[in-house]
T-cell receptor, first 111, second 115 residues
Framework: AQRVTQPEKLLSVFKGAPVELKCNYS??????LFWYVQYSRQRLQLLLR??SRESIKGFTADLNKGETSFHLKKPFAQEEDSAMYYC?????????????FGKGTKLSVKP | NAGVTQTPKFQVLKTGQSMTLQCAQD?????MYWYRQDPGMGLRLIYY???????DKGEVPNGYNVSRLNKREFSLRLESAAPSQTSVYFC??????????????FGEGSRLTVL
């Protein structure tokens, strides 16, 4: 079964501390993974995708096929990083692929 | 650029009432989606439309119907609302390239309460 697991509902860190939001997936084949973010009173938006291997707003995420993980990391958290973060897996099958979302992790960065 | 526009933003219904959530996108995307967002459940796909003229069920389609009116518009209808349908609904759209769905662009959400 195709599944995305985000084990933490809430993650609270202090400003300047490292942050890691965990994401594990279940998928047979080559997965395509994403992180979406929803800031307060804003739309859900794409943060980064693993195929791009990019760093956005200081965040990075590496696909680890051995551990079936795609954890989101940032070395020094900022208050403006406080938001809801969703890990997502592209689902294949049917007439068109679409995304399976995890349940989300709320990141709170304290001053 | 409006992107994805949903209406209404807020709605309160009584059990058994019907209503339609409207969604329109101006990015010329082929694919459109309806998700619901519930606390502790994340986003779950209700229905999607890969292209104009097609619709498919997602994870939680029961109690909903959709219409892909044209390339721009994708509506979600609740025929007989139930309290379990109290949720925040998000419409999204994406372009397809080489047979794969691109980045999803979301609307602002519609908060629906069923009493």
């Amino acid at each position: 079964a195709q599944r995305v697991t985000q084990p933490e509902k809430l993650l609270s860190v202090f400003k300047g501390a490292p942050v890691e939001l965990k994401c594990n997936y279940s998928y047979s084949g080559s997965p395509e993974l994403f992180w979406y973010v929803q800031y307060s009173r804003q739309r859900l938006q794409l943060l980064l995708r693993h195929i791009s291997r990019e760093s956005i707003k200081g965040f990075t995420a590496d696909l680890n096929k051995g551990e079936t993980s795609f954890h989101l990391k940032k070395p020094f958290a900022q208050e403006e990083d406080s938001a809801m973060y969703y890990c997502a897996l592209r689902r294949y099958g049917g007439s068109q692929g679409n995304l399976i979302f995890g349940k989300g992790t709320k990141l709170s960065v304290k001053p | 650029n409006a992107g994805v526009t949903q209406t209404p933003k807020f709605q309160v219904l009584k059990t058994g009432q019907s209503m339609t959530l409207q969604c329109a996108q101006d990015m010329n995307h082929n694919s459109m989606y309806w998700y619901r967002q519930d606390p502790g459940m994340g986003l779950r796909l209700i229905y999607y439309s890969a292209s104009e003229g097609t619709t498919d069920k997602g994870e939680v389609p029961n109690g909903y119907n959709v219409s892909r009116l044209n390339k721009r518009e994708f509506s979600l209808r609740l025929e007989s609302a139930a309290p379990s349908q109290t949720s925040v609904y998000f419409c999204a759209s994406s372009e397809a390239y080489r047979g794969r769905t691109g980045e999803l662009f979301f609307g602002e959400g519609s908060r629906l309460t069923v009493l």
